[in-house]
């Protein structure tokens, strides 16, 4: 199992920055891509920006320009820098990794979530 534990979500006010962060942790073989995504209410998850073990990343085009996906693989951490947020950003942001874990004798494959982090910016 991977945990992925979230931190750097808060309030702000338009035009500020956040910096989200996401560390990885369990008994895994390696660690893809990983990424971000958000959900705000009432819509559905999308996409933010993800970022492969090798670091080619993609970003959504609402917030290129403006948002930074890094990660560093010695933590298995990734992070987003977010700047110049805008009220329309205000959502619950997600981390997702996909891991390669031993299961059954064999290299698998899989998907994992973390629990949400707020933010919130104000107009």
Sequence with gaps: QVQLVESGGGL??????LRLSCAA????????AMGWYRQAPGK???LVADITSG????YADSVKGRFTIS???AKNTVYLQMNSLKPEDTAVY??????????????RSFNF??????VTVSS
Excluded: H, K
């Design 12 to 17: 702000v006010q338009a035009g500020g920055s």
């Design 25 to 32: 942790s369990g008994n895994v073989f390696s660690i893809n």
């Design 44 to 46: 559905q998850r999308e």
């Design 55 to 58: 670091t080619v990343t993609n």
């Design 71 to 73: 990660r560093d693989n």
């Design 94 to 107: 997600y981390c997702n990794a996909d891991a390669r874990m031993w299961s059954s004798g064999a290299l």
């Design 113 to 118: 979530w973390g629990q949400g982090t707020q």
